[in-house]
């Protein structure tokens, strides 16, 4: 249930990881890879919003909140992980796993987007 949530999240915010799981131009790796750093995304966004991990919060204000502050500035602050016997613990990052997940999904999206643009599909 909460991977068909952060695929809507990424769909709402049209956030290219989200692109890359619904054209099904990943392997199944990337995928677990996309959800991570889009979950990862929403737990930070809520924690700096709320000081309240998701998991103390109904699912459906999670992801609105998380929505409507997806381009607010990050605070820097320390935000704690789920723990293991929460449904997010496969969905977040440390912030070094969060760093190198994007990147490999950014090495991804960048030749796609370049082609797109030189074929005028944009």
Do not use: C, N
């Not at 977040?92 to 090495?107: G, I, N, P, T, Y």
């Amino acid at each position: 249930m909460l991977v068909d949530w952060i695929e809507a999240y990424g769909r709402t915010t049209q956030l290219f990881y989200a692109w890359l799981i619904q054209y099904d131009l990943v392997t199944d790796e990337y995928r677990q890879l996309a959800y991570a750093v889009m979950g990862t995304m929403i737990w930070q966004l809520v924690y700096q919003i709320t000081s309240r991990t998701p998991d103390e919060l109904p699912v459906d204000i999670i992801f609105d909140m998380a929505t409507e502050a997806i381009y607010a500035p990050r605070q820097p602050m320390l935000i704690p992980l789920p723990t293991s016997h929460s449904d997010w613990q496969p969905f977040v990052l440390d912030e070094a796993a969060f760093r190198q997940a994007a990147a490999k999904l950014d090495s991804l999206v960048i030749p796609l987007v370049e082609i797109t643009l030189d074929k005028g599909r944009f």
